[in-house]
């Protein structure tokens, strides 16, 4: 599975063009802006997008998902707590499945409700769940730092050390990082009690 990982916008959001190189089968994770930038990527590499993944509903990994699913035909998969219009509604432990690739779908509530995190061939899309060096915000509506020490202490932290982590948003130092690392310099990824953390997160 190869990885294009995109900066766009003056929000320093990722958007994410994954490619099985068997099939030339492949999806975008996050669609927002700059999405000429996109097409161009998808036509460069003959790609044909079977799926348009969100990992939240929020407007800055959203916004471009009419007009991704008008140029590709591709369907849209969110969680399904999800406010927004999608056409397939994923769970935990579901898969995602594009050509001869498969990403697992992890529900890991906190930053929204319908926060999720994606999981395949050594790699980890965390959406806003969790940054290089920090974490998305709880103080939007539908965020819990209760739910978010849960998704980070008793989910994210169990997984492979060697996963290389590919988040929402270019806000840490290196634009990947990888689930070992984040464990021994994150922060938010320090042992703690749910009680310490939500002081953590105000």
């Known amino acids: 599975m190869k990885v294009h990982q995109i900066l766009v916008g003056n929000m320093q959001n990722f958007t994410y063009v994954l490619e099985d190189e068997h099939t030339g089968e492949g999806i975008i994770i996050d669609p927002s802006w700059e999405l000429d930038k996109i097409e161009q990527l998808i036509q460069r590499h003959d790609l044909k997008i079977k799926y348009i993944v969100n990992t939240h509903h929020h407007f800055d990994h959203t916004l471009g998902n009419e007009r991704m699913k008008q140029s590709t035909g591709a369907k849209i998969v969110q969680h399904k707590v999800s406010e927004l219009k999608s056409d397939i509604q994923v769970t935990d ?14 529900h ?14 050594g790699k ?7 940054f290089v060096g920090n974490c998305g915000r709880v103080d939007l509506p539908g965020g819990s730092s209760k739910e978010l020490y849960h ?25 990947t990082s990888t689930i070992g690392h984040e464990k021994k310099t994150n922060f938010v990824m320090q042992k703690r009690t749910e009680q310490e953390f939500e002081e953590l997160m105000g």
Do not use: A
């Open 108 to 121: 890991t509530p906190g930053h929204s409700k319908d926060s999720i995190c994606l999981v395949g061939d």
């Open 151 to 175: 998704s980070l202490m008793d989910i994210l932290y169990n997984l492979k050390d060697n996963l290389v982590m590919y988040s929402g948003h270019d806000y840490g130092s290196t634009p």
């Open 124 to 130: 980890i899309f965390s959406g806003d769940t969790l």
């Open 93 to 106: 432990g579901d898969i995602i499945q594009f050509g001869d690739s498969k990403l697992s779908v992890i």
